[in-house]
Nanobody, 117 residues
């Protein structure tokens, strides 16, 4: 059974940090690009950061230097360390697994991140 499960969201003050974790199971995640997207009200879902199986990462311009993505291939996990959070980072964050050769894609249910004082 394919499962993509996020954890680690919550409420944090501006300037604070949060770590999101995602566990992928039921498929060979080493063949997939793993990453994080976010969805803010009235906006389309956007890529935050992802990493392919060669450890090449991509980041949205708005999070470069503040967010850092990492993977553990043995555990099938991907994490997003978010630092210096801003109110505009408030969103539902989704974990995604994407296989480029056939566009197979799996999504988690999302975790809410709220940045507010």
């Amino acid at each position: 059974q394919v499962r993509v499960v996020e954890s680690g969201g919550g409420l944090v003050q501006p300037g604070g940090s949060l770590r999101l974790d995602c566990a992928a199971s039921g498929f060979d995640s080493t063949l997939f690009r793993l990453g994080w997207y976010r969805h803010q009200p009235l906006w389309q879902r956007e890529l935050v950061a992802d990493m392919n199986s060669h450890n090449t990462s991509r980041y949205a311009d708005s999070v470069k230097g503040r967010f850092f993505i990492s993977r553990d291939y043995t555990k099938g996990t991907v994490s997003l360390q978010m630092n210096n959070l801003r109110a505009e980072d408030t969103a539902v964050y989704y974990c995604n697994a994407f296989r480029e050769r056939d566009a197979e894609s799996y999504w988690g249910h999302g975790t809410q991140v709220t940045v507010s004082s």
